[in-house]
């Protein structure tokens, strides 16, 4: 594809952006992320503005969040809604700043991958302040899980025309990740499987969608919601994605976010039997026993191994980082700087751990690394306390599933941190954005309601006296 294509394509992409964002900005947001899977498949097409790679993907998901803050200081002024977690509100904003400054100290590093994390960063909670204005009413809710859940057939597509050969990125001349070496070779007697990312270039990219699209199967499935056979049917895409991605974090993932919703609704036989049916089939296998084989050494051994290399690159920055001075260690070293300090061994510069866990406590130190931790505990924790409230008030069901939906999100969002989560804004962007609505007490959403039903009930005598 040429520059000149690539310039009409990603100019009217971004003209339908613009669009839509003027006639409404914080519904334009909504559709933003429940269109990630098609805005994403942009990826490969990008063109330079002076010294800035620009793509579709780069301007919606850094640019746009800061066009946002004046309109979110205006609807601040607008809508009066008492926001009552001082200490959440007091984290995000420290932790922004610091990052901020971490950010400045990494332009001596890798100055556009320092830009590129903070902004992923900022604007994935810039979404909790558009889900906290936009999430007025329990309905947006509903009409968001259903859009964002269908739309999932955008990239199960992409994986069907990809296992029939009608379609490969190497088709547009782009290079992708196809070979699996995940233990099927053994069983095919191949020097290397296929897996199957679709129109992505990785098999995880893919599935990222899933870990919002399948606990939201899961809430419609437990609701009266019709026809429920479509919800079990995406149900099932989700879980296919997950298995033909042949990626252990994303199984990984998939299983703690299925255990965590099946904990907080508390069906503790069904959380048991999965167990019990995991370790069985996984000692009984021999694809998932070489599947996860780096995982059983590292048990066996005390100590990462294998994982595709990433453990020895976690070991030598955890080496690193245990080298630094006391102030280092409590402040880090600034963005980007792991990559300096594995590259000093292996003598690659962009060379790192692909975790937020390791790469952070590097670069932001144990005050970044606990302040960025310390938000996503606190906000579970007002999760889980908005939950307890509807049980405890008895309130409507489906308010209480719209909060639990949540939790196992959150739950997914910790094992992301253990990779590189943080910057995959098709992850961040949902979870952020929907703790606008959980992050607020189900009584305010109960008297919204109760407010409509007065306006309902007395609008039509208004209207008598008028006349």
């Given amino acids: ?7 009409v394509v990603v100019t009217v992409g971004l003209s339908v ?14 559709y933003v992320i429940a269109f990630q899977k098609l805005i994403d498949i942009f990826w490969f097409i990008s063109f330079n503005v002076g010294p800035i790679k620009l793509t579709i993907q780069r301007a919606v998901y850094t640019f746009l969040p800061i066009i946002l803050i004046p309109i979110l200081f205006y609807e601040a002024s607008r809508k ?6 001082p200490l959440l509100q007091a984290l995000i904003i420290a932790f922004i700043v610091y990052y901020a400054f971490a950010s400045l100290r990494g332009f001596s590093y890798f100055q556009d991958y320092a830009i590129e994390w903070f902004l992923k960063i900022f604007s994935g909670l810039v979404m909790f302040s558009v889900g906290w204005f936009y999430f007025n009413e329990e309905k947006k809710y509903d009409d968001f899980a259903k859009l964002y859940t269908i739309l999932y057939l955008i990239p ?13 990125l190497a088709n547009i001349g782009i290079e992708q990740q196809t070979e699996s070496q995940t233990g099927l070779e053994r069983l ?7 897996r199957y990312p679709g129109f992505y270039n990785d098999g995880g990219t893919n599935v990222m969608y899933t870990f919002t699209m399948i606990p939201m199967c899961l809430y419609f499935i437990n609701t009266e919601e019709k026809p429920k056979i479509l919800y079990y049917a995406f149900l099932f ?34 959380m048991l039997l999965a167990f019990l049916g995991v370790l069985a089939v996984g000692f009984g296998s021999e694809f998932l026993q070489s599947f996860f084989s780096d995982l059983f050494k ?30 280092q260690k409590i402040f880090g070293m600034g963005i980007t700087a792991n990559f300096v300090a594995i590259g000093q061994v292996t003598g690659r510069g962009l060379d790192t751990t692909e975790s937020d866990v390791y790469a952070y406590l590097y670069d932001l130190g144990l005050l970044g690394w606990g302040m960025y931790l310390a938000i996503m505990l606190t906000s579970l924790l007002i999760c889980v306390r908005n939950i307890k409230q509807c049980e405890l008030r008895k309130y409507d069901k489906k308010i209480a599933l719209k909060y639990k939906v949540w939790f196992a999100m959150m739950i997914c969002a910790f094992i992301t941190f253990t990779a590189s989560g943080s910057r995959w804004v098709s992850f961040t962007f949902p979870l952020w954005f929907l703790a606008g609505f959980v992050l607020k007490p189900p009584s305010y959403y109960k008297m919204q309601d109760e407010l409509k039903e007065k306006f309902v009930e007395i609008n039509p005598r208004l209207a008598l006296q008028s006349s």
């Fill in 1 to 7: 594809m040429d520059e000149g294509t690539r310039l």
């Fill in 237 to 270: 895409i989700g879980l296919l994605c997950v298995a033909i991605s042949f990626t252990r974090g994303m199984y990984l993932m998939t299983a703690g976010l299925l255990m965590a919703w099946w904990w907080i609704n508390k069906n503790y036989r069904t």
């Fill in 80 to 85: 009066k809604i008492v926001m009552k977690m």
């Fill in 298 to 327: 590292s048990v066996e051994e005390g100590k990462l191994v294998g994982i595709s290399g990433k453990a020895i690159r976690m070991e030598i920055l955890i080496d690193s980082f245990w080298a630094l001075d006391f102030a």
């Fill in 17 to 30: 952006v613009v669009f839509v964002f003027l006639s409404s900005p914080l519904r334009a947001i909504m």
């Fill in 188 to 194: 095919t007697g191949a020097e290397s499987t296929t």
């Fill in 156 to 168: 199960f597509l992409g994986i069907i025309l990809q296992m029939t050969g009608i379609f490969t």
